[in-house]
T-cell receptor
Framework: SQELEQSPQSLIVQEGKNLTINCTSS?????LYWYKQKYGEGLIFLMM?????EEKSHEKITAKLDEKKQQSSLHITASQPSHAGIYLC?????????????FGGGTRLMVKP | GAGVSQSPRYKVAKRGQDVALRCDPI?????LFWYQQALGQGPEFLTY????????KSGLPSDRFFAERPEGSVSTLKIQRTQQEDSAVYLC???????????????FGQGTRLTVV
């Protein structure tokens, strides 16, 4: 089965600093999703990447997909307290029946004002 | 509704009690997924429906877990004789299409936090 490893597991940064979260897959990536989750809440969709080299941005968050390395990175520029939460990467595990997402363990981000 | 709706938001059950968790997907969404998220972990796949057909239930941890989607819209996840290790957030997601390459994002509900005491 596909496994996703996220690093770091947790991160504390000072407001205004940049940060990067990585997600590495054990198998070929058919699609890579980034979600944000606040404690006790559901997942909020951030971005989906499908093609190698693809890069997408939403406000101050940029995600890239390196298909060869089977890796994606999420970069936050000039972090703010509102960025705090758990960031989860999910990859499509293509099979005959459907397209369930396999998730990494998450990266817990805290932004100190 | 505009998004995926789950109810109840919180559920406390005594060990041995049966519980039923409801998911209202986005209207017209073909695919529906249930995930279990233990504290401090990423979500783990439980089961998948394409319309009313349960095509994959490989993630259900035991035969105490049962899911249905009889009319291809609302889904219910039932847990019989709950145990403490069932305590988790149960997330439901729906998606517009299926197919080998998922090219639309899956929308998640806010989850049901189940605590078994």
């Amino acid at each position: 089965s596909q496994e996703l490893e996220q690093s770091p597991q947790s991160l504390i940064v000072q407001e205004g600093k940049n940060l990067t979260i990585n997600c590495t897959s054990s198998k070929t990536l058919y699609g890579l999703y980034w979600y944000k989750q606040k404690y006790g809440e559901g997942l909020i969709f951030l971005m989906m990447l499908q093609k190698g080299g693809e890069e997408k941005s939403h406000e101050k968050i940029t995600a890239k997909l390196d298909e060869k390395k089977q890796q994606s990175s999420l970069h936050i520029t000039a972090s703010q307290p509102s960025h705090a939460g758990i960031y989860l990467c999910g990859a499509v595990a293509a099979n005959n029946a459907g397209n369930m997402l396999t998730f990494g363990g998450g990266t817990r981000l805290m932004v100190k004002p | 509704g505009a998004g995926v709706s789950q109810s109840p938001r919180y559920k406390v059950a005594k060990r041995g009690q049966d519980v039923a968790l409801r998911c209202d997907p986005i209207s017209g969404h073909v695919s529906l997924f249930w995930y279990q998220q233990a504290l401090g972990q990423g979500p783990e796949f439980l089961t998948y429906f394409q319309n009313e057909a349960q095509l994959d239930k490989s993630g259900l941890p035991s035969d105490r877990f049962f899911a249905e989607r009889p009319e291809g819209s609302v889904s219910t996840l039932k847990i019989q004789r709950t145990q403490q290790e069932d305590s988790a957030v149960y997330l439901c997601a729906s998606s517009l299409r299926t197919g080998r390459i998922l090219n639309t994002e899956a929308f998640f509900g806010q989850g049901t936090r189940l605590t078994v005491v």
